[in-house]
């Protein structure tokens, strides 16, 4: 019988060691796998769905620097809490047809607001009532 309990608990000890090294293979696998898109789309549902998981140096990286780039700090400091930069062309619609002006609103260094203009993004009206 002390044969038998001897034997059971080499092969529950074998058999932990197997589940361990099984578990820890599927895990070294997932974190080869990337979790991160690495590219921003540019059609607009994709782009506003991924942009928030990219940092202002990855965009930047992507589209060069901004056409236009306001910052807003801390009263007093030299702390940038907001920015609100603007592109040209780089987004397009489900048809492919560009956007003249692509805004993005960051609070620290995410983007928090997409907005998608037909127009240049200057401010005023150019064809409105004046």
């Not at 000890?13 to 789309?41: F, H, N, R």
Request: avoid cysteine.
């Amino acid at each position: 019988m002390k044969s038998f309990v001897k034997s059971f608990v080499k092969f529950l000890a074998l058999m932990g060691l197997v589940l361990t090294q099984t578990l820890l293979s599927g895990l070294a696998m997932a974190d080869d796998t990337p979790s991160k898109q690495t590219e921003i789309p540019t059609l607009e549902k994709d782009f506003v769905n991924a942009i928030n998981g990219f940092d202002k140096a990855t965009i930047i990286a992507q589209f060069g620097e901004p056409a236009k780039a306001d910052d807003v700090k801390v009263k007093g400091t030299s702390k940038v809490v907001a920015s609100i930069w603007q592109y040209h062309f780089i987004n397009t619609n489900v048809d492919g047809v560009y956007y003249e002006t692509t805004e993005l609103d960051f609070i620290d260094d995410k983007v928090v607001t997409v907005v998608f203009l037909n127009n240049d993004g200057a401010e005023g009206a150019s064809d409105g009532q004046k």
